[in-house]
Nanobody
Framework: QVQLVDAGGGLVHPGGSLRLSCAAS????????VAWFRQAPGEEREFVAS????????YYRDSVKGRFSISRDYASGAVYLQMTSLKPEDTAVYSC??????????????????WGQGTQVTVSS
C-alpha cells in the first residue's frame, strides 16, 4: 500500500520561510514525478511545483518562481519544498502528489495518482 506523508506546515509571518517534506512508503520515487499542489478555502487545487526524480527537471507556477524551490534528496528518498518570502496569498493546504505526467500535463491534478494528506501553511501577521 502506497502512502505519502507530507509535513512541515505551520504559521509564519509574511516574509518568513518554511520547508515542506514529502516521503513515501510502499513506493520509491525513481521513475516518478513528485509535485506539490495547494488548495485555499473556497478555491480549486492548484499546481505549485514539481520535480522529476530521474533527471531533476523542475516546474513552478509563475507566482512562486524565485521564492520556492523544490528538491530531491537521494539519501532520505524525500522531496522538499523550500518556501521563502512567504505572502498571505500563499496560505493553503499543501499536498504532495506522485505520478508520471508528460510535460503538457505536469500541472494537472489528474496526472497524479498518489496524494499526501496535506499540511496547512498559514501566512499571517
Amino acid at each position: 500500500q502506497v502512502q505519502l506523508v507530507d509535513a512541515g506546515g505551520g504559521l509564519v509571518h509574511p516574509g518568513g520561510s518554511l520547508r515542506l517534506s514529502c516521503a513515501a512508503s510502499g513506493l520509491t520515487f525513481g521513475g516518478y514525478t513528485v509535485a506539490w499542489f495547494r488548495q485555499a478555502p473556497g478555491e480549486e487545487r492548484e499546481f505549485v511545483a514539481s520535480i522529476r526524480w530521474s533527471g531533476g527537471n523542475t516546474y513552478y507556477r509563475d507566482s512562486v518562481k524565485g521564492r520556492f524551490s523544490i528538491s530531491r534528496d537521494y539519501a532520505s528518498g524525500a522531496v522538499y519544498l523550500q518556501m521563502t518570502s512567504l505572502k498571505p496569498e500563499d496560505t493553503a493546504v499543501y499536498s504532495c502528489a506522485v505520478g508520471r505526467p508528460i510535460t503538457s500535463t505536469v500541472r494537472t491534478v489528474g496526472a497524479y495518482y498518489y496524494w499526501g494528506q496535506g499540511t496547512q501553511v498559514t501566512v499571517s501577521s
